[in-house]
């Protein structure tokens, strides 16, 4: 009964519009399954469809061709807009909330400090990370995979980019995170938005997470101020000056970039990881592979960015993690004037909602596409990270606003690979028991793991 209602298209619109049930629309879908959700309807009805979502909806758009218009060819005028307003009492407005002049401003500010150049000098900041991490897993004991992987990879963050440690507030700093990320993805596809001034758990949770986070980051910057400069992004963002006015950036914009940084650049990375050891748990002669590779080229040292080039096994592995399960599986864009796409007429402001997810998963451009193959990087699927005009790979978004973080978080996945290759291989217990878990980003649960000799 329920799939029969679902799947009912409304044939007055040119655009299939997928109802769900009265009042609700696909709400109880998309909170229950949103990418299996979105891609089963993606393959009934083709990469171009809206999803009622109670009172409004979605226009998802998943076609590459589509998605070159949006991401590159006109990215000025598909903005944000109030597309990011659920995280932007977390992020306020952070660079990936931002758009027009005032992004583009923030975004020069930033880039050196994620330039490849600048990056391979953070090279062995992050295999010293990695092998401080592994300390705690010794062979022979058990782990949770996401949680080791969100450790590591939030010390490489606080390390590499603020040069700093949280070591005193490491639990506070991890509730807080894992709370708002789960706030985010439980409330994206609720058809009620209560107010968050509300006295309600959830939303008292939610604040004291961002005053907490808030609290960690003013005294890193404290701790700066107090102390020596250290060339990392910390200090680039203190040393901004806005070229007409020769003004610093405003205390409440440091603090949104670096809370941005913080969030954005840990939980992806951490959910890459976590995603390629879920595969290789299932596919061991890939992690067989990749660590004679590694073995081959480094057998008693740790990696460095000289040899990401030199490591196509491996980078192919995390590029296929990144394909089946992209962290950031779904963003958004709306225009604030009617458009058309593919000569269908849009609505002015209309969420446009874009799924790497979806798109990964095509089986136009990928061929058996639910099955993990690293060997389809290795044939000749361009290694790419986003920002060119292929567009039917795009875990790190596209154009301009393409990820500032991408070759950082490739960096750190191969030289976390690395160590690993060095130490030991995670085995899932039960990998037919992971799931996905939808937060701010597309994690997994139920990745309890033995920590096995090679
Ligand atoms: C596997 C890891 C990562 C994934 C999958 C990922 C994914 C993405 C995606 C899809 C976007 C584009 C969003 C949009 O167009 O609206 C984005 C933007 C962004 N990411 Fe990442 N990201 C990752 C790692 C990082 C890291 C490590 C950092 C920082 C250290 C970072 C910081 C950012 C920032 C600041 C933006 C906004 C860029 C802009 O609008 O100019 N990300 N990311």
């Known amino acids: 009964m329920l799939v029969g209602m679902l799947t009912a298209i409304d044939v007055r619109s040119k655009i299939p519009e997928v109802r769900g049930l009265p009042g609700i629309g696909c709400v109880p879908w998309m909170l229950r399954d949103g990418p299996g959700f979105l891609l089963r309807e993606a393959r009934t009805h083709g990469p171009l469809f809206r999803v009622k979502l109670g009172p409004g909806g979605l226009l998802v758009v998943a076609h590459p061709r589509d998605l070159r218009v949006i991401l590159h060819d006109q990215a000025k005028d598909f903005v944000r807009g109030n597309t990011v307003d659920l995280v932007r009492p977390l992020l306020g407005n952070g660079l990936p909330l931002s758009d027009g002049d005032f992004w583009l401003k923030q975004r020069r500010t930033m880039q050196p400090a994620f330039n490849r150049g600048h990056i391979a000098l953070l090279a062995e900041k992050m295999a010293a990370v990695c092998e401080r991490r592994l300390a705690d897993i010794p062979v022979g004991s058990t782990t949770d995979v996401h949680r080791f992987f969100t450790h590591l990879a939030r010390d490489v963050i606080v390390e590499t980019m603020f040069s700093d440690s949280v070591a005193s507030e490491t639990d506070r700093l991890d509730e807080a995170f894992s709370a708002v990320s789960e706030f985010a993805g439980s409330r994206a596809f ?265």
């Open 190 to 454: 609720s058809p009620v938005k209560v107010p968050l001034e509300w006295p309600l758990p959830s939303n008292t949770r939610f604040r004291e997470a961002i005053s907490t986070i808030d609290r960690v980051v003013a005294s890193i910057v404290k701790r700066r101020r107090d102390g020596e400069c250290k060339g990392d992004l910390l200090d680039a963002l203190l040393d901004a000056v806005d070229p007409e006015t020769g003004e610093a950036m405003a205390p409440e914009h440091l603090r949104d970039e670096l809370v941005t940084i913080f969030f954005a650049g840990h939980e992806t990375t951490a959910n890459m990881l976590t995603w390629a050891w879920v595969e290789l748990s299932s596919h061991p002669e890939w992690s067989h592979r990749m660590r004679d590779e590694i073995l081959a080229l480094a057998p008693d040292r740790a990696l460095d960015a000289n040899d990401l080039p030199n490591l196509p096994i491996t980078n192919a592995v995390l590029r296929e993690a990144l394909r089946l399960h992209p962290p950031a599986w779904i963003f958004a864009r709306q225009r604030l004037e009617p458009c058309t796409i593919r000569g269908f007429d849009v609505r002015a402001r209309e969420v446009l909602l874009l799924s790497p997810y979806v798109t990964h998963r095509l089986e136009e451009f990928w061929p058996d596409p639910d099955t993990f193959d690293p060997q389809r990087f290795l044939d000749g699927n361009p290694m790419t990270l986003g920002g060119g005009r292929e567009m039917h790979y795009l875990p790190f978004g596209a154009g301009p606003h393409v990820c500032i973080g991408n070759f950082f978080a490739i960096t750190e996945g191969v030289i976390a690979m690395g160590a690993l290759a060095r130490h030991a291989r995670l085995a899932i217990i039960e990998p037919s028991r992971v799931r996905s878990v939808i937060a701010a980003t597309l994690t997994a649960g139920n990745t309890a793991a033995r920590v096995e000799r090679w």
